[in-house]
């Protein structure tokens, strides 16, 4: 394994040194080589032993991270190399060699040297490597539980929350789903509870058996249900096993990975056989697995503030975590923005089919062929609305999405009003919203 770029400075000091040593053993070699009475197998086998020793430490040093490498370098290999210049002193005064600077000169004058070399290296390292300069904001290793739940916090509901908007983070979660008890929109479940009703989720029939079975791979997702010893290595629990030992954090887990190996009833469509949830591990929202550990501790802690030992999942130890939003802002499209960009942040494909922008194929609400649905809804003897045109339409339809409700075929009802989030309007300058109403009043089948 090649060490990572932060990684350089200590296992390139440590590899230097070993030089070091293998030029000590010449050294004295060449020294035992021109004395006839010096003893060259005692001397040659205590700096070969050294020589062996600085190797095995170098090599050792290769698999750990930067701050393990600086404290094993200043004690482990420290040591060694305080001992191997005293055995060098003590061979020189010994076998009586004059002529010599001390060991410990020398020693400086290498440090000195490999220093140099070692601050031209690295100013020249980031011109020759292509890839970006470390974030700042890059936390690495150990981080609390408190704050590990607090990163799940902000990728649900962002980490500034402006005023009339509704609090939204990269993950996307509140577009659909309610956090507080008693709090319903209507088509997505209440997240209110999930911790404790994981856990009994698993043990229904229905679960064993529907939409498909424990141990079937659901397609839309490409994960086998009911097996959490079978996900991707990043992603899973530590001691993951079968069906048999789920636990909450195994059914959280596959809610988001995998949204129709289990659908809550009622909100899968007709028979519950298809959920409207995004694959949350992939586009577009694409949590990374430690962004999807953390929500999963979020959730399994807020109902007991201040308390985290109800959560189960690992933290995260060695890899680097960008912390996910600390330094993102509000939500908010300019108009400077290409088209599938701006209609992307805003998270309107989570929940409309659009024609024309790739990947938008959400169920949760009507599929937007506005272009011929529009002059049918203002026709609709239930529109109440102001809107005379197409564009009007749709303008009214981001700004006040209660001011007509569609009646929603497949399931035989309205679609729920509420649903479609209000605040839009504080997330969108004036250019911005012209485009995407030009855009989406052309939009067909
Ligand atoms: C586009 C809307 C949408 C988004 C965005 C969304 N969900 Fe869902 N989610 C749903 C719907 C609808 C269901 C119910 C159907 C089902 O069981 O899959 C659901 C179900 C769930 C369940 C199972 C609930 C239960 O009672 O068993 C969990 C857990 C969940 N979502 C978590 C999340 C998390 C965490 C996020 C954000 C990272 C998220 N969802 C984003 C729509 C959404
Ligand atoms: C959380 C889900 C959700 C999100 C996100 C969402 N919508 Fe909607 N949208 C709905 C639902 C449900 C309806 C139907 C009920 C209604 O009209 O309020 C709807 C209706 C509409 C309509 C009217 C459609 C018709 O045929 O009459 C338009 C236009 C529309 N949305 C555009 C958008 C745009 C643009 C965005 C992104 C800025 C967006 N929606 C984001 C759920 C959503």
């Known amino acids: 394994m090649l060490p990572e770029q932060q990684d350089i400075l200590w296992t390139f000091l440590a590899i230097t040194f070993t030089v070091f040593a293998l030029y000590v053993f010449v050294n004295v070699v060449k020294h035992c080589r021109e004395r006839e009475d010096v003893n060259t197998t005692l001397w040659g086998g205590v700096f070969g032993a050294f020589l062996v020793v600085m190797f095995l430490e170098t090599s050792a040093m290769f698999d750990m991270t930067q701050g393990e490498q600086l404290g094993y370098f200043f004690s482990k290999m420290g040591l060694t190399i305080f001992l191997l210049l005293l055995t ?7 076998e009586k060699i004059e002529n010599q600077s001390p060991p410990i000169i020398r020693g400086f004058f290498w440090w000195t040297v490999i220093s140099v070399l070692l601050a031209g290296y690295t100013n020249w390292l980031p011109q020759q490597r292509s890839d970006p300069p470390p974030k700042a904001s890059a936390i690495v290793g150990d981080i609390t539980m408190e704050e590990y739940a607090e990163m799940g916090r902000i990728i649900i509901f962002g980490a500034k929350q402006v005023a009339g908007q509704k609090a939204i983070g990269k993950g996307q979660c509140p577009l659909c789903h309610t956090f507080a008890a008693g709090d319903n929109i209507g088509r997505c479940p209440n997240l209110f509870g999930i911790d404790e009703r994981g856990a009994t989720r698993v043990k229904e029939d229905k679960y064993m058996n529907e939409p498909v079975k424990v141990g079937e791979t659901e397609p839309a997702s490409g994960i086998v249900k009911g097996a959490p010893d079978q996900i991707p ?9 079968g069906h048999d030992s789920m636990t909450s954090e195994d059914y959280i887990r596959e809610s988001m990975m995998c949204p129709t190996c289990y659908v809550v ?13 995004p694959v949350i591990s992939k586009p577009p929202v694409s949590l990374s697995p430690i962004e999807v550990n953390a929500v999963i501790a979020w959730l399994q802690s807020r109902e007991t503030p201040g308390d985290y030992s109800r959560i189960t999942v690992p933290l995260p130890s060695d890899q680097p975590i960008e912390e996910a939003s600390a330094e993102e802002a509000p939500i908010f499209v300019t108009g400077a923005e290409p088209i599938d960009q701006m209609i992307n942040t805003l998270g309107c494909p989570l929940c409309h089919t659009i024609p024309g922008i790739e990947g938008a194929v959400g169920e949760l609400g009507p599929k937007l062929h506005e272009k011929i649905n529009a002059p049918q809804r203002i026709k609709d003897p239930r529109y109440k609305g102001k809107a005379t045109n197409t564009k009007e339409y749709v303008r009214e339809s981001i700004l006040d999405p209660s001011a007509f409700l569609v009646f929603n075929e497949t399931a035989g009802e309205l679609y729920p009003d509420g649903l479609m989030p209000q605040g839009f309007k504080n997330q969108i300058s004036v250019e911005a919203l012209d485009k995407i109403v030009d855009f989406i009043s052309q939009t067909e089948g």
Do not use: L, T, V
Not at 88 to 94: D, E, N, R
Not at 233 to 241: H, T, V
């Open 233 to 241: 290595d990043e992603y899973r629990r530590e001691g993951a096993g």
């Open 88 to 94: 060098w002193g003590i061979f020189f005064k010994s």
């Open 265 to 277: 009833k009622g909100f899968g469509g007709p028979g519950d056989k298809k959920s409207p949830m």
